[in-house]
């Protein structure tokens, strides 16, 4: 029974400690939600901040797709959010994810600006402790007045 407490204390407990990782100031993720009102697939002038909506932080193992971490946020008044992340994730990919809309009409989630890949590791040379994430969209169900001329601006002329 000694030599097993013995192997306890030596081996599994630091295991654990350190499977942990965290870290001494938390990272944090931080980027922003918007509505295509144009339904362009980016950002226009008609693009607004969106306020209330859910994202969340996912890794994964980077072997086995297996997701390992989660954590929730919802942006403030002006579109933007911060997620603290208390462990490192050297060995993991990890993603800022849509998870829902604040406004109905603005629900649909915009292909290739639903998730965006942030590094959350302390190992990597950057100083600062923020993440940021390129910034993430839904489309409005219809496009709104005016879209026809600002997308013309993004059109090219031929020739």
């Known amino acids: ?3 097993l407490l013995l192997f306890i204390a030596l081996f599994v407990v630091p295991c654990l400690v350190s499977a942990t990782r965290m870290v001494k100031n938390p990272l944090v993720v931080q980027g922003q939600v ?3 009102h144009c339904r362009a697939g980016f950002e226009t002038p008609k693009t607004r901040n969106m306020a ?3 994202v969340k932080v ?16 919802h942006t403030d008044s002006t579109g ?22 604040s406004q109905p009409e603005c629900a649909e989630m915009s292909p290739g600006r639903e998730r965006a890949r942030v590094v ?3 190992f990597n040379g950057i100083s600062s402790n923020t993440r ?12 709104e007045a005016g879209c026809a001329e600002v997308m013309k601006v993004y059109l090219e002329e031929d020739d």
């Open 58 to 73: 996912v890794c994964s193992n980077r072997k086995t797709g297996d997701v390992v971490y989660e954590k929730e946020g």
């Open 52 to 54: 209330g909506a859910k």
């Open 80 to 101: 933007q959010y911060k997620i603290a992340v208390s462990e490192d994730h050297l060995d993991e990919i990890c993603d800022a994810v849509l998870v829902k809309s």
């Open 120 to 122: 959350l590791t302390n």
């Open 34 to 36: 918007y509505c295509d």
């Open 132 to 143: 940021f994430a390129n910034a993430m969209g839904f489309m409005a169900n219809k496009a």
């Open 1 to 3: 029974m000694a030599k």
